[in-house]
């Protein structure tokens, strides 16, 4: 008899993405929406699919609130997937065939495509883009107080799954703008906080303006970004900024700090 899957996602104003991420995974056994507070209706999207919705606010962190949905799941493996993330039906297909057993492996990498400026990206670094998002319920939590990108820690050895997980990123480059100016203060908050705040010059000038110029050349040039065209010019150029911008805030926010205690 196959194994049973819950599909964990949080959600926070995922009216525009939430029922293409359900469509796409309704045929797991348990869907569980943990949200924090939405204010459109992606509650009752999320209902309409029949999940079990939860609330947890204010929202505590990424990987806080994603160990969160992991820990109201009740299948024998977990799937964590983003709101605005799809499974295809080639990697359904291979889900179901993990679920059918016995499972060679405890947790798997699933490879993500992601849909930026209305093009998939396929070079870059940006594809495979290898997510650790399929494992078995109590092998694997997610790594806490360290901002968005934080991912699930599994003490053994993952296997590769093949189907692609769709991630419809940033369509339009006003939101890319707006998240990665979010997620920089995130970041630079959490750098502030581990002391990387560019004290010196040297560090400044490396963490500030070196180390994003050295970012777009290697991912550009020597990882082909460049053959995404357009999308992929902005893509790497922009990113390069969201380096500069964290590491500049994290900076601020120790001068801002140093003022206030008078040192």
């Known amino acids: 008899m196959p194994e049973t899957l819950s599909v964990a996602t949080i959600a926070f104003n995922e009216s525009a993405n939430i029922a293409r991420t359900l469509e796409s995974v309704k045929w797991a056994d348990e869907l569980i929406i943990l949200d924090s507070g939405s204010t459109d209706n992606t509650v009752a999207i999320a209902e309409s699919y029949g999940a079990k919705v939860y609330v947890n606010k204010p929202f505590p962190g990424h990987g806080e609130q994603k160990n969160v949905a992991i820990d109201h799941c009740t ?142 050349t290697y991912n550009y040039f020597f990882r082909l970004g460049f053959l995404d065209g357009r999308e992929g010019l902005l893509l790497h150029l922009y990113h390069s900024g969201y380096v500069s911008w964290k590491y500049a805030k994290a900076w601020e926010s120790a001068r801002k700090a140093s003022k206030q205690s008078g040192v």
Do not use: C
């Open 75 to 216: 299948s024998d493996w977990i799937l964590l997937l983003d709101a605005d993330e799809v499974i295809t039906p080639e990697l359904a297909k291979e889900i179901r065939q993990v679920l059918a057993g016995p499972a060679k492996h405890d947790a798997y990498w699933i490879p993500r495509l992601n849909l930026i400026f209305g093009r998939w990206i396929r070079h870059g670094g940006f594809y495979p883009d290898r997510k650790l998002r399929l494992f078995r319920r109590g092998s694997a939590r997610l790594s806490e107080g360290v901002g968005p990108h934080s991912t699930p820690q599994f003490a053994g050895t993952p296997g590769i799954l093949k189907g692609d997980m769709l991630h419809y990123a940033y369509p339009t480059l006003p939101l890319y703008l707006e998240h990665m100016n979010r997620y920089s203060t995130e970041m630079g908050r959490l750098a502030a906080a581990k002391g990387k705040t560019s004290r010196s010059l040297f560090a400044f000038l490396w963490n500030v303006v070196l180390n994003p110029v050295a970012t777009f």
